[in-house]
């Protein structure tokens, strides 16, 4: 029973919002309908008696086929928004149906009885979706996201508000209404709706409660966060912005309103498209339900790191150590030297390589690089034969080598040398074959040249020995490559130590030859620098369309069949995403490593940046080396830097336990200042008969206390099995590792062991602190044996 009315709140507004959303798709398909009578019935009208009426029935096929693709690509994750508005100054409505007015009426505030807050009631509320839907009366059942009417759902802040009260974010999978997180932008408001308290989910319920305290101090702290956000989210975009803050201060909610405020500011100059970077995809998730894709052409992308490259998804995991190495700056050295050196791996399906398997092209890679090969394994071919001239040439290896070198002399992609090196040996074969030295007049002895270029490039031999001896390299090969610790041991010479070649060696064996297996988001990103390294090679053109076609006008009259082919679908779409972007928002930009700052610079070489992050949460073990490759990747931009002061996600109770590990991990860290108390202090038990069956018990006491979610954080090794343990407990309950609840929250949770959180890398410490800020409302901490925990549970790591 008292978990139901716990629920009910949550329950009955995701109720709501779903009843709205299914009349919605029912106004929806009545409109599909209709637009494919309007297609059929054009279609069925085949004879036609005059020119213009044939031009005026293809013109009816067209509009109607738009209209249906356009009604059918906008189906799916329809509704993402809605705004609650006070009344307004004047009570014109615009074409979608929506009143015209920004600010609020004189008289929409009431004044509140001795000394209560300010009252006020709902007089419109505004659905904001991917189209425009009207009901039968032209009311508005949808608005759409580029219509005027809905530009408060983006630019309002809590600073100026405008005539919202209540900001929301729908999130929903196909027809069905997954969840609602409130945004409140007039928290110290009394407001009602149909005569009673409005609701409010989430954040949203954590600022009304602040803001409606009695408290004038509270006020004041409610003000304070609004103040230093507000001033955030509308800073200039001219350079980057640098946003600091740590936990609960509201980082990410300030990046991805800024992301909305931008666009809406100026929509032509953002419409190369805004990038979100996130460290992990739980997080892409969470920020995807705050801020939803706007619009078909995807104005905003939000990514994880590890699916920023095309084709790419990281879905594995490395161990610190070998993060450590594949997340250096080192690793472009490697990489340098692999892309070249792999010009000599055997091609696809060549037998196994034997032995110590040395490849000749060591020196052209850098130096120190090895020549001799005990037994050569299957590779490139070591000789040249070609019939010219009617004699047979031949460049043996040494000559072939000596080639090589020079047309690696320089720095372009390897891929795109290929033209390169066809010259440099058709220069070698003409200049052995002898056929020019007795010619003496410049155009006849170009002639000749010419006609022997074309005489050996068409030979197969020559064709062959081409594609085999400059093989076109994919990253993914090359990288799968890198597998071979005798052969990654040449490339990463006097950049590497033993022990680290030998662990990124043995990660990488996951891969097959070809490159195929499972990637971790660190090898996305060499992935993504092997990319620029190896080029891609050209492509033959597409046809282009004849413009004579297009000014006939019969293939509009011919073309129903292909505008009635289904339109491409968003997931086609991004198949095609940019890689440039106008402006980049960086979040938790503390955990990004130096190669993945490579990786997120080459897409915002042109771009603008709000960069976010907390150097006391950081995952990366050499802040220096990242900070090196952040400031080359955002260059010489001036920048403007903020701090976030104000943490109103942890009660002081939580906030004052997390201070202990900061602390340790960063003596002399600020902390953020905490705004409220609960009263209502963090749990320590000890795990007793068995881990599991404790996390599991601690779970489901914590599910009766709280209404939301409840996020179990463990180490990484432990992530599946903290799932078993908390197998059949429903939606609510997060089983988590330890790196991957950066940036995320719950109404409660579970640190499980902070002993061994903190001792499974370098940086386990900072790891700890961030798993002890993620809770909203309670925290509880099981420890084990290793924890050493005293009497009262309290583990060794978390006393005074």
Do not use: C
Not at 94 to 100: E, N, R, S
Not at 226 to 231: G, K, L, M, Y
Not at 285 to 305: D, H, K
Not at 570 to 585: L, M, Q, S
């Amino acid at each position: 029973m008292q978990q139901a009315t716990v629920e009910s709140t949550r329950d009955r507004e995701i109720a709501g919002e779903q009843r709205h959303l299914d009349e919605v798709y029912l106004r929806l398909e009545e409109k599909i309908h209709e637009a494919e009578f309007l297609m059929d019935d054009a279609a069925r009208h085949v004879h036609v008696g005059t020119p213009g009426a044939l031009a005026e029935r293809d013109a009816q096929v067209f509009r109607a086929g738009v209209h249906l693709n356009r009604l059918n690509s906008e189906f799916e994750d329809f509704l993402f928004g809605r705004i609650d508005l006070l009344p307004g100054k004047d009570g014109e409505r615009g074409p979608d149906g929506a009143y015209t007015s920004v600010e609020p009426a004189e008289d929409a505030v009431l004044p509140g009885e001795d000394g209560a807050p300010g009252r006020a009631e709902i007089a419109e509320t505004l659905h904001i979706g991917r189209l425009g839907v009207l009901d039968a009366d032209y009311t508005p059942l949808v608005v759409d996201w580029r219509a005027p009417a809905a530009a408060p759902f983006y630019r309002a802040t809590p600073r100026h508000p405008g005539r919202v009260v209540r900001r929301r974010v729908i999130r929903s999978r196909g027809r069905r209404v997954l969840g609602v997180e409130d945004d409140l932008l007039r928290p110290e408001l009394s407001v009602t709706r149909d005569g009673a308290p409005l609701p409010v989910v989430g954040d949203g319920a954590l600022m009304a409660a602040l803001g409606r305290a009695r408290s004038h101090a509270m006020r004041d702290i409610v003000s304070s966060i609004q103040a230093e956000q507000d001033e955030v989210i509308r800073a200039p975009a001219a350079s980057v912005t640098e946003v600091s803050g740590g936990p609960g201060t509201g980082k990410t909610a300030v990046a991805l309103h800024r992301a909305a405020y931008l666009l809406y500011q100026d929509r032509r100059r953002y419409a190369g498209g805004i990038l979100v970077v996130s460290p992990t995809p739980l997080l892409v998730a969470y920020t995807e339900g705050v801020l939803p894709s706007l619009g078909e052409e995807g104005q905003v992308a939000i990514r994880a790191v590890g699916s920023l490259v095309d084709g790419a998804e990281a879905t594995a995991y490395d161990e610190a150590q070998v993060a450590r190495v594949k997340g250096s700056s080192r690793m472009v050295g490697v990489l340098r030297r692999a892309a070249r050196g792999a010009l000599e791996l055997p091609p696809p399906g060549a037998p196994a390589e034997s032995g110590s398997g040395q490849l000749s092209l060591d020196d052209a890679a850098g130096p120190g690089g090895a020549e001799a090969a005990d037994t050569p394994p299957p590779g490139p071919p070591s000789r040249l034969r070609v019939l010219a001239s009617g004699s047979r040439i031949e460049l043996d290896s040494g000559e072939l080598r000596k080639i090589r070198r020079a047309v690696l002399g320089g720095t372009a992609p390897v891929n795109l040398l290929r033209p390169r090196a066809r010259r440099l040996l058709l220069d070698a074969l003409w200049e052995k074959s002898g056929a020019g030295r007795h010619l003496t007049d410049p155009e006849l002895l170009a002639e000749v040249r010419e006609g022997f270029d074309e005489d050996v490039s068409g030979e197969p031999e020559f064709q062959e020995f081409l594609a085999a001896w400059w093989p076109e390299l994919t990253p993914r090969r090359v990288l799968a490559a890198m597998a071979d610790e005798r052969r990654l041991g040449r490339w990463a010479r006097r950049l590497l130590r033993p022990a680290e070649t030998r662990a990124l060696a043995r990660s990488l064996g996951r891969l097959d030859a070809l490159g195929n297996g499972p990637l971790s988001v660190h090898d996305v990103a060499l992935l993504d620098e092997l990319h620029g390294l190896l080029g891609a090679p050209a492509r033959p053109r597409r046809r282009q369309a004849d413009p004579l076609d297009q000014l006939t006008g019969l293939t509009e009259v011919t073309t129903y069949a292909d505008r009635s082919a289904p339109s491409r679908g968003r997931a086609e779409r991004r198949e095609e995403e940019r890689t440039d972007y106008a402006h980049v928002i960086v979040d938790e930009a503390q955990d990004l490593t130096p190669m993945q700052w490579r990786l997120v610079g080459r897409r915002g070489r042109h771009a603008t940046w709000t960069v976010v992050g907390d150097p006391a949460q950081s995952s990366w073990a050499d802040p220096e080396e990242a900070e090196q490759a952040r400031d080359e990747a955002l260059g010489r931009r001036p920048r403007k830097r903020f701090t976030l002061t104000v943490n109103y996600r942890n009660p002081a109770e939580i906030a004052e336990v997390a201070g202990r590990v900061l602390a340790l991990a960063m003596p002399g860290a600020q902390s953020p200042e905490a705004v409220r108390s609960t009263g209502i202090e963090p749990r320590f038990d000890v795990a007793a008969g068995g881990l599991g069956s404790s996390v599991r018990a601690e779970v489901e006491r914590l599910l009766s206390q709280v209404e939301g979610t409840v996020g179990v954080i463990v180490a990484m090794g432990r992530r599946q099995e903290a799932r078993r343990w908390l197998d059949g407990l429903g939606d609510r309950v997060v089983p988590v590792g330890s790196f991957e609840a950066k940036g995320l929250e719950y109404d409660a949770t579970v640190v499980v062991s902070p002993a061994e959180i903190a001792d499974e890398s370098p940086v386990g410490l900072r790891v700890l602190y961030v798993a002890l800020t993620r809770a909203t409302q309670r925290l509880s901490v099981l420890s084990a044996e290793r924890d050493a925990p005293d009497a009262d549970g309290v583990p060794d790591l978390l006393r005074d």
